[in-house]
């Protein structure tokens, strides 16, 4: 880097990045993004908000996926199709559309994935359609999101992904090997790892999009083979659901064939990890923070956990070791002198309380 | 010839009848209500924890068999998938076979049962119920049903308690962890359990969830929502769809302890092919299985391939095993109508055949 002191323009450029991040967030959140439509969309997106507040929330939610997974069948579809109504060739059309598709997943992998390559908007060349045929790759990545938004309310839709982390890296490295000093040594030295743990997460989340950039790219080659060897046969596609399902099929795989190498299980494996890792440094700091105000910290109770179960097996086991003995005594043949009566009738079957409770509900189908 | 024809009009046609099916199924997504699951009556029996065991009613008009069925379902995941509705339950074919069913339902763990280890639930909850039945039927045996991880389960039981296990049945059961077309394990080869399990206490099923739609994410998250729009006038398909739909979000955190050890031993280390299974203190020897053994596949199941199931045989030290391929899913071996025909009658003729 040019400028080697330690808030030099990076860092600052850092800063105005990820507020901008942050605001586009809120916004989304607000709803206050306009998506450019085609009138298709904009027709159904009419009609859902006359009719949705008659629905419950679950059957809502439901709607919401039919309606967006529609779009994306239909803008996949209107991708191609609208080429061949411009005035160009057929094949001309059909290969631009390729092209074009072929260029968004490039671009977006040469954009260093400092935004999600796949997100509307990012792709400067793409029109609304070939966004939406983007967005479509970018289901797993925001299944993760969902997942981890729901694993992690300190951080909100996965907030840290949008960070950038190339440019900054050697400031932040630096910044983070400085000793602590003083009385909070500890404490900052908390934090750099934190922060430490937070980069590592990025540096992951960035390889997994960048995965699936190029998985995206594979995909492509693969229609592009699929519709040639439908031209080689006579076999055109006549419908747009077969057109749709053709993506889906090549999208699924191309997938299948990456994600079953042992780079896939790297990366995956470092994405998991780098979480678990930021995770658990922030789990410590809460503890530390809960302690503080001599309240239950989680280790605690973990340790509770364990020495109480560990209890509660042990108490198991020694209720069969007894109900065990009790069978034998009551095996054995009474002997008139030596049998106590107490034990000579109990009846051969295992001791019922050895048993909780059979439950007397009625039948609960 | 050009390879794609999609004529103006008939794009427009094909927009027009998804906007009209989307605007009629939202009728039937607002009256589909409740979405009930389990739908064979049955009346809880015995509870230990947060573990109930259910027993079906039997069809007066079915012969009844002697040795009831235990059925171990996975932790993930619900088990009223084995009788999710009325066409398509396998608990409901088992019965009409004359059996006696009993299903384990493990419940919901929280953090209060992040301490459960994988002996806690073979040699305490499992064996618990096989107790409590064999008591309840003045036996020593019965018969065991497991199913995916369930079926892992029985197998570990079985070895640990032969003397219990009057026949065992194990379908898309995992055996060999590691066959190259596993990408389950494949994908958790170089994930930090250790440190996973020690950040997140209990494995919620948000994770698992988001595990298994990764399998396949275009076909599970996309195109099955396009697909169901044509079910969408269908008041009972709609229902249908919406019970799948609840199964498959339907997923219990996992016990910290015990998915720490299913994935190391199992995932991780395959266990049962390096010989190195535990269970506690005690090693678990497959060939201690000395009962008879239906070992049921699906072909094309992308969570259990079929060899990691097949691997099983020779592996037990039984003289009577016996194998059936089924062709489907993994989901499909439970409720396809194919299963209902197939499956559960071949359970049922299988052990009825051996007691």
């Known amino acids: ?10 860092w600052l450029k850092l800063q105005q990045r ?6 586009d967030m809120s916004r989304k959140a607000m709803g206050l993004e306009a998506p450019r439509q085609n009138p298709w969309e904009a027709a159904m997106d009419q009609w859902w908000k006359a009719v949705s507040p008659a629905a419950s929330d679950p059957s809502k939610q439901f709607m919401d996926r039919l309606m967006e997974q529609g779009k994306a069948y239909f803008a996949t579809v209107e991708r191609f199709t609208r080429g061949l109504t411009d005035g160009g060739t057929g094949w001309d059309a059909l290969n631009k559309t390729f092209d074009d598709m072929q260029r968004a997943f490039t671009e977006a992998m040469s954009n260093g994935f400092g935004t999600n390559p796949f997100a509307m908007g990012s792709t400067g060349a793409a029109d609304d359609a070939m966004r939406r045929v983007l967005g479509f790759w970018e289901m797993p990545l925001d299944n993760w999101q969902r997942m981890m938004s729901s694993l992690s309310p300190m951080m909100p839709g996965d907030m840290l992904r949008n960070m950038p982390h190339d440019q900054v890296k050697e400031s932040f490295d630096r910044m983070l090997s400085a000793p602590g000093l003083g009385y909070t040594r500890e404490e900052q030295a908390q934090y750099q790892d934190l922060m430490r743990r937070a980069m590592d997460y ?18 492509v080659e693969r229609l592009r083979e699929l519709v040639q060897s439908r031209a080689d046969e006579d076999k055109p596609i006549e419908s747009a659901r077969e057109l749709y399902d053709s993506w889906v099929a090549c999208c699924e795989t191309a997938y299948a064939d990456e994600v079953s190498t042992p780079e896939y299980a790297r990366i995956h494996g470092h994405l998991v990890n ?81 048993k909780k409770t059979a439950a007397k509900a009625g039948p609960s189908a | 010839m050009f390879p794609i024809e999609i004529r103006p009009d008939k794009l427009g046609e094909e927009m027009l009848d998804y906007s009209r099916k989307l605007g009629q199924g939202m009728e039937n997504l607002i009256n589909a209500g409740e979405i009930d699951t389990g739908v064979t009556p049955k009346d809880a029996v015995y509870h230990d924890d947060k573990l109930t065991l259910y027993r079906y009613h039997r069809p007066s008009e079915v012969a009844q068999q002697e040795v009831p069925l235990l059925v171990v379902y996975a932790l993930v995941n619900r088990p009223y998938m084995t009788d999710i509705q009325e066409n398509r339950s396998t608990i409901k074919g088992l019965l009409g076979t004359g059996q006696d069913v009993y299903l384990i ?32 039927h003045g036996l020593g045996k019965i018969n065991i049903l497991g199913i995916c991880q369930g079926g892992t389960f029985s197998l570990m039981y079985t070895a640990l308690h032969p003397d219990k296990v009057h026949n065992l049945v194990t379908m898309v059961t995992p055996v060999d962890f590691k066959t190259p077309d596993n990408l389950l394990s494949n994908w958790v080869q170089n994930i930090d359990v250790d440190l996973a399990v020690d950040t997140m206490g209990n494995v919620p099923g948000e994770l698992l969830n988001w595990t298994f739609l990764s399998l396949k994410p275009f076909s599970l998250t996309g195109q099955k929502y396009v697909n169901m729009v044509d079910l969408l006038d269908d008041p009972d398909k709609v229902k249908n769809f919406l019970r799948m739909e609840k199964w498959i979000f339907d997923s219990p955190d996992q016990a910290g302890e015990t998915f720490r050890q299913f994935i190391k031993d199992y995932y991780q280390n395959n266990a049962f092919m390096e010989g190195t299974a535990r269970v506690g203190d005690q090693p678990v020897d497959l060939k201690q299985i000395t009962c008879p053994v239906l070992n049921i596949y699906a072909q094309q199941d992308h969570l259990v391939p079929p060899a990691s199931s097949k691997a099983m045989n020779g592996m037990t030290g039984s003289e009577d095993y016996t194998e059936l391929a089924f062709p489907g899913g993994h989901i499909g071996i439970y409720v396809s109508g194919k299963a209902q025909k197939e499956v559960t009658p071949a359970i049922g003729n299988w052990l009825n055949e051996r007691s």
């Open chain 1, 202 to 219: 990025q540096r992951a989340y960035q390889e997994y999009m960048g995965f699936f950039a190029k998985l995206g790219g594979k995909s």
């Open chain 1, 274 to 354: 780098a979480q678990m890792a930021l995770k658990k440094r922030m789990s410590v700091m809460v503890d530390e923070t809960l302690g503080a105000m001599n309240m239950p910290t989680a280790s605690e109770v973990r340790t509770l956990q364990d020495r109480m179960q560990e209890t509660r097996r042990e108490n198991k086991h020694l209720r069969r070791e007894l109900d065990s003995i009790k069978r034998q005594i009551a095996e054995r043949p009474a002997t008139a002198s030596s049998a106590p009566p107490a034990t000579a009738g109990e009846p051969k079957k295992k001791a019922a309380a050895r």
């Open chain 1, 18 to 23: 990820y507020w901008e991040n942050l605001t």
């Open chain 1, 1 to 10: 880097m040019a400028n080697d002191t330690l808030f030099n323009d990076d």
């Open chain 2, 105 to 136: 339902d493990w419940g919901y763990p929280d953090q209060a049962d992040r301490a459960l280890t994988l002996d806690d639930y073979i040699n305490g909850y499992l064996d618990g119920c096989v107790d409590y039945i064999c008591e309840k």
